[in-house]
T-cell receptor, first 112, second 111 residues
Framework: ETGVTQSPTHLIKTRGQQVTLRCSSQSGHNTVSWYQQALGQGPQFIFQYYREEENGRGNFPPRFSGLQFPNYSSELNVNALELDDSALYLC???????????FGPGTRLLVL | RKEVEQDPGPFNVPEGATVAFNCTYSNSASQSFFWYRQDCRKEPKLLMSVYSSGNEDGRFTAQLNRASQYISLLIRDSKLSDSATYLCVVTRQGGYNKLIFGAGTRLAVHP
């Protein structure tokens, strides 16, 4: 196992609601990246956090936001949920911004 | 056009077969290259990095052709446990390491 944990494992929400997903990075890792994986697709980069600051962002709207805490754990928040937000959300931690990323088991979100 | 394109699959092969996956990438600024493996309903796991000189890890061989922007993965002597989706991944030079994934190719190895 990678030592990266995510919670919850599964979540069901309705359109318009808000959701917070959590990620605990591997010990010693200061960088967390978030990805969205729709069914049948590869993961798509949402954003990366390095030492509590956003360090890069993919092509996702502002209703996707994040946070990194002093212990390097991280949250992904999605506001105004849409049906297309249904996906597996993966976080990955790394020793630094250019180092190998280790993925957590993901949170499966279903928006009805 | 997607930045990383892979064979659509699925590939259905018998145990012991040799199977090859191909991948092309469109951005010549791509810097690092990987193959990840993803089991059904699990997270992606790094299988191997890919270098221009080619590299081998047991039954797995990866090749990179920068001129053609082409990456390959060869699996020899397929095992039932090799059944998974194989994701081709590139990164670009920049201030952060963003992994850019292909859609993946599914492999099913049968007895």
């Amino acid at each position: 196992e990678t030592g990266v944990t995510q919670s919850p494992t599964h979540l069901i929400k309705t359109r318009g609601q808000q959701v917070t997903l959590r990620c605990s990075s591997q010990s010693g890792h200061n960088t967390v990246s978030w990805y969205q994986q729709a069914l049948g697709q590869g993961p798509q980069f949402i954003f990366q956090y390095y030492r509590e600051e956003e360090n890069g962002r993919g092509n996702f709207p502002p209703r996707f936001s994040g946070l990194q805490f002093p212990n390097y754990s991280s949250e992904l928040n999605v506001n105004a949920l849409e049906l297309d937000d249904s996906a597996l959300y993966l976080c990955a931690s790394s020793l630094g911004t250019g180092e190998t990323q280790y993925f957590g088991p993901g949170t499966r979100l279903l928006v009805l | 056009r997607k930045e990383v394109e892979q064979d659509p699959g699925p590939f259905n092969v018998p145990e012991g077969a040799t199977v090859a996956f191909n991948c092309t990438y469109s951005n010549s600024a791509s810097q690092s290259f990987f193959w990840y493996r993803q089991d059904c309903r699990k997270e992606p796991k790094l299988l191997m990095s890919v270098y221009s000189s080619g590299n081998e890890d047991g039954r797995f061989t990866a090749q990179l052709n920068r001129a053609s922007q082409y990456i390959s993965l060869l699996i020899r002597d397929s095992k039932l446990s090799d059944s998974a989706t194989y994701l081709c991944v590139v990164t670009r030079q920049g201030g952060y390491n963003k992994l850019i994934f292909g859609a993946g190719t599914r492999l099913a190895v049968h007895p």
